[in-house]
């Protein structure tokens, strides 16, 4: 099945969750650690990306930043690819230390900002790694020390974070720490790392009240915010996003449209094209078809299957045919 497309405009607020591959550590002492996070800032340095908060556990890593004009892809690529080649030489390692992709969500600031600062930075205190929050803000694997003037990352942006709890930073470092403190014993929050519909609502509260009322609500697991928050980024993305997110009717629209285009262009009846014929050209087109539905759109082999009248394998088998030189 294709992956789905990143949102990555630059300036973008992003929540991204690094995971070892299998569960497995990413960071083994101190040295490992030590070298996760001055990469982190190097990177984020040098791709003039803005970091607010961070957490780095022992397998797994949560950043909040916002991409620059080099995107989300490029500094994560660099970041990741560096550490990962350091580990595993000084480890005596080979192969992936990372689950093959990591997820990022793209959020609304004027909505979660300061939820997430203080989620992300309560995952050391959650997992028992220190005990109180007086330890927390001497801890150094985490943006939360920072913020409150305990230890110095110059690359991390505490004055844009410490910006949303007051002007004055004496005065908003202590309502930072006070709203840190108020959220110690709520624990783990799905809706910020969980299921879209259940993000876009705010909880499965407001998704039953949809459902009792027969609403629908545009939704997806990249994005954290409201339904208008969803339609807007929606709006700014690109047509495979669209389609991802659109549902079966949309597909069955664009797919019919992308049929009937090719097949005029082609000379080619639809309705030959969706029998199953195997005849060299009919085929040919059916190819070409079954390229731009995956490869432009993001459909499932399945889905393409069922449009074009052949079996998922069929579809398979035709795409990789076209894509060999």
Not at 191 to 200: A, E
Not at 208 to 234: A, H, K, W, Y
């Amino acid at each position: 099945m294709p992956r789905q497309a990143r949102l990555d405009s630059p300036g973008t607020l992003h929540h991204v969750i690094v995971r070892g591959i299998e569960k497995r550590r990413i960071v083994d002492d101190r040295w490992d650690r030590r070298n996760f996070v001055s990469r982190l800032g190097q990177v984020a340095s040098d791709t003039e990306t803005a970091i607010y908060a961070w957490a780095l556990m022992t397998n797994h890593a949560h950043i909040l930043l916002r991409s620059s004009r080099h995107g989300l892809s490029r500094f994560m690529r660099r970041f990741l690819t560096g550490y990962a080649i350091t580990y595993n030489l000084r480890h005596k390692r080979h192969g992936h230390l990372f689950q093959d992709r990591y997820k990022s969500i793209v959020c609304d600031e004027d909505s979660y900002l300061r939820e997430l600062v203080r989620y992300i930075h309560l995952n050391p205190l959650r997992a028992g790694v220190v005990k109180s929050i007086s330890e927390l803000d001497q801890y150094h694997w985490c943006g939360h020390g920072v913020l409150m003037g305990k230890i110095n990352n110059e690359w991390q942006d505490r004055d844009y974070v410490l910006s949303w709890f007051g002007e004055r930073q004496g005065d908003a470092r202590r309502a930072y720490r006070k709203y840190v403190q108020d959220g110690m014993d709520e624990g783990k929050r799905p809706d910020l790392v969980g299921g879209g519909l259940i993000r876009s609502l705010g909880g499965w509260s407001q998704v039953l009240s949809l459902r009792r009322d027969n609403r629908r609500v545009l939704s997806d697991q990249r994005i954290l915010g409201t339904g208008e928050f969803v339609q807007r980024i929606v709006g700014e993305a690109d047509e495979r996003i669209k389609c991802q997110l659109g549902g079966h009717e949309w597909r069955n629209r664009k797919a019919k449209q992308e049929i009937e285009q090719t097949c005029k262009a082609e000379g080619i009846n639809p309705k030959e094209l969706r029998m199953g014929s195997r005849r060299g050209r009919i085929a040919n087109v059916r190819a070409q078809i079954a390229s731009q539905l995956v490869e432009n759109y993001g459909f499932p082999l399945s889905e393409v299957g069922r449009q074009l009248g052949v079996t998922t394998s069929a579809i398979s088998k035709a795409i990789s045919r076209l894509s060999k030189p």
